[in-house]
């Protein structure tokens, strides 16, 4: 065997290098390149707290954090790549920081810390900001919807269940659905983004640190709203990923269903809504074809969105505590969980701005195939005091007979007569008025339910609560900005020549 040195930072007991199939095997270059900001914020953060409690000097912090800054320029500007041979994004970095500030200065920065609760730190600051940018999506998406409600509180359309009719409801109550679905989605990742937002750093390897560090500076440093204080808890944990995955799979099977229900309503067969030209694909074979790729595709692409839950879930169900090089693969699925998630909340906000919704069409399902059987039901409880399960009985007859006569509701005399059959004078326009759709419509105001009052009022509802959710959504944004801007003006006074003590952190 060759004994030449290791050229690897963690090198010092190996004599061989690894194999370039064992290097391409294992690292992680193409992932944390989305980190890179992200591990140089840390890495600023916690050479400020190491000079601040006297662990390394000021000599030292100048060099580190020149250097640091240097890096992020660098790739910036597309002059720093990661190499693949130095494994991962913190070896990249660290690398490149002891190349230019020398090994007595940039060898000091991985005091007190480990690659362990180092890429936790870059995980939990990546995912934060996109769950953020997840929920201005989302709540994007609502407001469309909003939009398409308010237009759309009296327009009937059929409510169905086991995708018959079932009952009148309105356009704007079918909009305001997605909208109270997707305001839990927006509550599940606020619930997740507490996990996300807690500071790991400082757990190091898994046991904390005989160093005196100050995991509270780090956590204002970087903006996290707490300590995750365990250490051991700390690095065996990624909960507060499957957390996010749940709350992405969640979402994305919401998007998946508007996805299915605009297939459906596109077809020649429905005729609820046509899509504008700008959002339909054609065939290349039949020149007659506009289809509805972008509904398909977001149904499609939730199967990925669901795996990457699966996947991590089935990552952690067999790992000792402590860290575990499986866990390296967290971030491949739930990177790929929020690419998907945001591409289809890019997509549809503008699909569902220009579709046409065929409302004579609705109008036309909605009065057809008995959708007001329970309406006339109902209305025999009310005048004629018979319990519901009786006057069900008699509506189901009616429809039975009218069905096999090959008639409807609409052919009056023979409803009349049927009713009349069974003991029950209606006159015709009683009888049109009580099978009304519009009508059936505004009388469902019980709260929640489908009248025009009921919609105008939950969508000044859920105006406030997306006006509550996009305010704290900017707060947090702001204030992480504002964390990187003290993290940045902390840099810019050392490298003026403060020293750390009198620094304003
Ligand atoms: N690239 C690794 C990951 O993503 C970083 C942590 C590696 N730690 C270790 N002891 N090998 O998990």
């Known amino acids: 065997m060759p004994t030449k040195p290791s050229t690897k930072l963690w090198g010092g007991r190996f004599n061989s290098e690894i194999t370039t199939e064992t ?13 890179v900001a992200h591990d140089i914020w840390g890495s600023q953060a916690h050479a400020i707290m190491l000079a601040r409690v006297g662990i390394i000097s000021d000599e030292d912090l100048r060099q580190i954090l020149r250097w640091l800054g240097k890096a992020e320029e660098d790739f910036r500007d597309g002059k720093f790549f990661l190499k693949p041979e130095k494994e991962d994004v913190h070896m990249n970095v660290e690398s490149y920081l002891i190349e230019g500030a020398g090994r007595e200065y940039g060898g000091k920065l991985h005091t007190a810390r480990s690659r362990n609760d180092q890429v936790l730190v870059d995980a939990h600051l990546v995912t934060r900001e996109q769950i953020l940018r997840t929920q201005e999506g989302t709540s994007r998406l609502c407001r469309v919807f909003l939009a398409i409600a308010r237009c759309h509180v009296e327009t009937v359309m059929p409510g169905y269940t086991h995708t018959q009719h079932a009952q009148p409801i309105s356009l704007g109550f079918w909009a305001t659905a997605y909208v109270s679905m997707f305001i839990r989605d927006l509550k599940r990742l606020d619930a997740a983004y507490a996990l996300a937002n807690m500071n790991p750093l400082g757990a190091c390897a898994l046991a904390g640190t005989s160093f005196p560090i100050d995991r509270h500076l780090t956590t204002k440093l970087l903006g996290f709203d707490a300590v995750h204080e365990h250490a051991l808890d700390v690095i065996s944990s990624r909960d ?6 749940f709350a992405l799979s969640m979402l994305m099977s919401n998007l998946s269903r508007l996805g299915e229900e605009i297939v459906y309503w596109t077809t020649y067969e429905f005729g609820m809504a046509v899509l504008d030209d700008t959002y339909a694909f054609g065939s290349s074979i039949m020149p007659q074809k506009k289809n509805p790729d972008i509904a398909e595709l977001t149904r499609g692409r939730c199967g990925r969105v669901y795996s990457a839950l699966l996947d991590l879930l089935t990552n952690l169900k067999g790992l000792p505590l402590g860290y575990n090089r499986d866990l390296q693969e ?28 065929k409302t004579d ?10 959708a007001t059987a329970t309406e006339l039901a109902n209305y025999l409880v009310r005048e004629g005091g018979l319990a519901f399960r009786e006057c069900h009985e008699i509506v189901g007859g009616i429809v039975g007979d ?21 003991g029950i004078n209606l006159a015709i326009p009683e009888l049109q008025r009580i099978l009304d759709p519009k009508l059936a419509l505004h009388s469902h105001r019980s709260l929640g339910g489908t009248s025009p009052t009921e919609v105008r009022r939950m969508v000044d509802g859920f105006e406030g609560k997306l006006d509550e959710l996009e305010a704290q959504i900017r707060t947090r944004q702001d204030g992480i900005q504002a964390a990187h801007q003290r993290t940045l003006q902390i840099i810019e006074q050392v490298l003026a020549g403060t020293p750390i003590m009198e620094a304003n952190l």
């Not at 290097?23 to 980190?35: A, K």
């Not at 507060?240 to 995955?245: D, G, S």
């Not at 739930?334 to 046409?356: H, K, M």
């Open 23 to 35: 290097e391409d095997f294992t690292q992680s270059i193409e992932v944390d390149s989305r980190m």
């Open 240 to 245: 507060f990923i499957a957390e996010t995955l």
């Open 330 to 357: 967290d971030k491949p699925p739930l990177w790929d969980a929020f690419d998907v998630v945001q591409s289809c909340l890019g997509v549809l906000p503008g699909l569902l701005e220009t579709i046409d919704f």
């Open 361 to 370: 069409r609705m109008a036309e399902l909605a009065n057809a195939n008995f």
């Open 402 to 422: 009218l069905v096999k006569m090959g008639k409807t509701f609409k052919d009056w005399e023979e409803t009349q007569q049927l009713l009349q059959n069974r």
